[in-house]
């Protein structure tokens, strides 16, 4: 059933693009699929490719009902091409082809910035489950250890989702790419991800949750602003991508969420009413706010460089050539050309860090910088309710945007979380008041033991309000295997 609501299941990848029919496209990816599983096996989650895992796997691209929940092995994971239905007489919603017909093929004057945008994309997602791949061994309870590999699955699935564009829009150059995007690794010397957050470690569930409120929300704005594309086919692979990044950001969200309220309680329940007590507060098995802090800001930060510099050309091009648009682009009230338009940009003016208007186009990865920013602002703010409904005195905040950036304007400068200019000395001295230290390090280390019983949560974190898919409580998210 080619182009349809409902996924194909019958062959080896599942899909609703019609790929029985296409048979150049199927015979690529299924070429690409056993290098895919091995990669899998090599660099996906360590120690759990026999467990059975309570996953959802999509059936439908139908936001109502789309998924399906089982016990799967991972390496049996139902991966597939799925993109969101075609908009009946869909035009290009901005710059110069603004209002012509969207495109169903790639114009061959965009094919090299349209490859690049895949490809980058393409990248991030294996990076991620190459990142996340040891936590299984110290997950805090099967319900959240569940949630790690759903993540896992879904970051597996938007590789295929750029794959499938490059095999098929891209030729003999998309199979290449393909294949490259198995042969980078997180974090490695010689064959890096391309671009920096990826390649940093993830070492605790702090961070895990973390890097997916932050960092899957980039994927999340990235993702928006490529659902706009005048390449169609982009746009829908996007669409449906962004039904999957809720559920990381959920994830995140959540799960710091659930470590703040525990911390709360052990608080009051031993009557300390100083958060910044580290000492008396970490006696408890808990991880007191300002670590929790620090870990925002190391996390804000690196996900700010994601958004490349302050002036681009590049974006400037991709949004001129209807590729790639702003959030929300649809909803904005604007000619959506730009040509005439200014935009407030935080730049390193005379060593100092000022405003200053420059030329929308130039600014556009600062203006979905800053769509992210306020999203975020949203997030802190139902964690800092648990934190006042706790009636602890203590704010979490999001650190200035020039704080420890290692791309663009701020990269050549120390910046407080205040916003405040430091001497290179200075910076040197305080830096572990605003980054984790190893000291903090060590203590996360050691609250990162597993927790694999049914209904049982370690002691630095509250258990979830409700199951996955209505379960009970002391459901079994994951049958480990021996
Ligand atoms: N690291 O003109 P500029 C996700 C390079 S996350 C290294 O500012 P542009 C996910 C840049 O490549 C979403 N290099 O660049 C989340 C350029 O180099 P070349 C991922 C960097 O293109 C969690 C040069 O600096 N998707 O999905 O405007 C789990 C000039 O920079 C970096 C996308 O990013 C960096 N951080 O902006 C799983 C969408 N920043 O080519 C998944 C696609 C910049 O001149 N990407 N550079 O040699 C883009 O739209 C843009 O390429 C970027 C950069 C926003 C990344
Ligand atoms: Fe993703
Ligand atoms: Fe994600």
């Known amino acids: 059933m080619p182009h349809g609501m409902d996924v194909d299941y019958d062959g080896l990848i599942p899909n609703n693009v019609g790929l029985n029919a296409d048979l150049r496209v199927r015979k690529a990816l299924e070429t690409w699929h056993p290098g895919y599983i091995d990669w899998w096996k090599d660099m996906g989650p360590e120690g759990f490719q026999d467990s059975l895992v309570y996953l959802r796997t999509a059936v439908s691209v139908d936001p109502q009902g789309w998924a399906k929940f089982d016990y799967v092995k991972m390496p049996d994971y139902k991966w597939g091409i799925l993109l969101a239905p075609a908009v009946e007489g869909r035009t290009i919603p901005f710059g110069q082809h603004k209002g012509e017909p969207v495109w169903q093929e790639v114009p061959g004057e965009y094919r090299a910035m349209l490859r690049r945008l895949l490809v980058i994309q393409g990248d991030t997602e294996p990076a991620s489950v190459e990142q996340q791949r040891h936590l299984g061994k110290t997950a805090p309870s099967l319900y959240d250890l569940r949630n790690l590999f759903q993540v896992n699955v879904e970051e597996g699935r938007h590789l295929w989702a750029m794959v499938y564009l490059l095999q098929k829009y891209f030729g003999a150059d998309g199979r290449e790419e393909a294949a490259e995007l198995l042969r980078r690794r997180s974090g490695d010397r010689d064959t890096p991800r391309m671009l920096g957050a990826f390649n940093e470690a993830t070492p605790d569930w702090l961070s895990f949750f973390l890097f997916t409120t932050f960092t ?267």
């Open 216 to 482: 899957d929300r980039d994927g999340k704005m990235q993702l928006a602003a490529l659902a706009q594309s005048g390449f169609d086919p982009l746009s829908r692979t996007c669409r449906f991508m962004l039904t999957e990044e809720a559920h990381h950001m959920f994830v995140g969200e959540t799960g710091l969420m659930r470590v703040i309220e525990r911390t709360c309680q052990a608080m009051k329940e031993a009557g300390i009413d100083d958060p910044s007590d580290a000492k008396a507060v970490r006696a408890l098995g808990v991880i007191d706010l300002p670590t929790i802090q620090r870990k925002i800001n190391l996390h804000y930060s690196l996900t700010l460089d994601l958004f490349g510099n302050e002036i681009s050309t590049n974006a400037a091009n991709a949004f001129n050539a209807g590729i790639k648009g702003r959030y929300r682009e649809d909803k904005l009230a604007d000619d959506h050309r730009l040509i005439d338009d200014t935009y407030p940009v935080l730049r390193l003016i005379d060593g100092q860090v000022a405003a200053q208007d420059v030329p929308a186009l130039s600014a556009l990865n600062m203006r979905l910088r800053d769509d992210f920013t306020d999203d975020c602002d949203s997030g802190l703010g139902r964690w800092n309710r648990v934190i006042e409904q706790a009636g602890v005195n203590f704010r979490l905040h999001l650190p200035h945007v020039a704080f420890n950036r290692r791309i663009g304007e701020f990269s050549r400068a120390h910046v407080t979380p205040d916003g405040a200019l430091l001497s290179p000395e200075a910076w040197e001295r305080q830096r572990d008041r605003y980054l984790p230290s190893a000291e903090d390090a060590a203590f996360l280390d050691s609250l990162m033991v597993a927790e694999t019983r049914p209904g049982h949560y370690a002691g630095w974190i509250a258990p979830p309000r409700t199951g996955i898919d209505s379960k009970p409580g002391d459901f079994e998210y994951v049958r480990i295997a021996e």
